[in-house]
């Protein structure tokens, strides 16, 4: 028999990683001293032990790599070139991703936007109690400058979103000049330029006064949902997740609290911008869960941070640059659970404007079954040349 710390260095894997694979059920000592409590091993389990050291070297998730050490050879061969055909597929798409997060970070000017001109974005939001609650407690909101989801939670988290993205609204008005109001249109909205109108184009806030505003007005938002779960004893518990974007003319400032998430499609390619902040996507980063077992878990809608007066909220804070025909999706986890990254692509690809995309998820969310309540706000960026305001109405 070998101590741990002989096994350890036998198999290369410190005494820490075996302690964890041990809880895991990866790799258990073949006896624990019932006096000492040291672990023994087998000489035997040296070659599992490799094997699982060789995985993570690969970058295998623990939970993957558990399937593939119970699997028979040939099987286990198939699991790991499947892993490394992911894996390479992955790649491709963070290289994407990475030419994205490096044209934000170094602040270059957008290449792809000649100098002096104007953007517009156009955007659109809906909300849908689903199929099985008795109850819709998501909120969704677009206007010119704010784009938003909440799912609140509680016996008050209809009020909880609703206040969260209100506290919000004070955020419209951040310009020292009136902005131009929006151009309505069925099925669209668009804000155009303020040259349309004639005027000059105000100033945007500089990068660390919109990310601290949007710091601030979360703290308002938390104080609101706080007020709401703090009014009587049924109404403890009640909060909600928060998602939202500010728009600055050139720029989205992102502020992102729960499990509610935002996606950029950019270049034909869907990238989740936002971080989940949820028990299972913690197991996930650990490499104790797959994403696809991360579905089924009993656990999946437990989260580590939401707006629920209990406990400051740190968001995330982020500044995106944008180009013409990024397309923004904010949405809540009662789209997310049922239609998959794929689907959510396919709709924001061929959309024609926000509003189809909007109606068209939701529908698909209900087709899956309309567990929860569904949340949508797409946005498109557009080059506000040629951009005029469509023929009135009638009342």
């Known amino acids: 028999m070998l101590t741990i710390g002989e096994f350890a260095r036998a198999s290369r894997l410190s005494p820490k990683a075996l302690r964890l694979y041990d809880e895991l059920g990866l790799l258990t000592p073949a006896r624990v001293d019932p006096v000492s409590g040291y672990r023994l091993y087998e000489p035997g389990q040296l070659e599992r032990a490799r094997l699982v050291a060789w995985l993570r070297r690969l970058g295998m998730p623990l939970a993957r790599i558990r399937v593939v ?96 993205i209100e506290a919000l609204k004070s955020l419209e008005a951040l310009e020292p000049d009136p902005a131009p109001q929006p151009i309505v249109a069925a099925r669209q909205v668009v804000t155009p330029p303020p040259e349309a109108d004639g005027g000059p184009r105000p100033e945007a806030a500089g990068p660390g006064e919109l990310l601290s505003t949007l710091a601030r007005a979360v703290e308002q938002a938390e104080a609101a949902v706080q007020d709401i779960a703090a009014a009587g004893p049924g109404q403890s518990g009640s909060g909600t997740t928060l998602t939202a974007m500010l728009w600055s003319g050139s720029q989205l400032a992102l502020v992102h609290v729960g499990d509610t998430r935002a996606y950029l499609m950019r270049g034909g390619e869907l990238f989740q911008i936002t971080h989940d902040h949820t028990v299972v996507q913690s197991l996930i980063d650990q490499g104790r869960l797959t994403p696809e077992e991360a579905l089924s878990h009993p656990e999946r809608s437990l989260l580590l941070h939401a707006l629920d007066g209990t406990q400051a909220a740190v968001p995330d804070l982020s500044l995106h640059d944008v180009r013409p025909g990024d397309r923004y999706l904010l949405c809540s986890d009662g789209l997310t659970t049922v239609v998959p990254a794929s689907g959510i692509h396919r709709v924001l690809r061929g959309a024609d404007e926000p509003a189809a995309a909007v109606q068209e998820l939701i529908s698909l969310a209900n087709s899956a079954g309309g567990p929860d309540n569904i949340a949508c706000v797409a946005a498109e960026i557009v080059e506000a040349a040629g951009i005029t305001a469509p023929p009135a109405s009638p009342a």
Not at 80 to 103: G, I, N, P, Y
């Open 69 to 164: 050490c119970d699997l028979p050879p040939a099987a286990a061969a198939a699991e790991v070139a499947a892993f490394q055909s992911q894996a390479e597929a992955d790649l491709a798409s963070r290289r994407d991703l990475a030419a994205f997060l490096t044209s934000y970070l170094s602040a270059k000017e957008n290449v792809m936007t000649a100098p002096g001109a104007a953007l517009a974005i156009r955007y659109a939001a809906a909300s849908d109690i689903g199929r099985s609650r008795p109850v819709n407690q998501d909120s969704a909101y677009a206007s010119g400058r704010l784009l938003a989801v909440a799912d609140g939670m509680g016996s008050a988290g209809d009020r909880a979103s609703a206040a969260a």
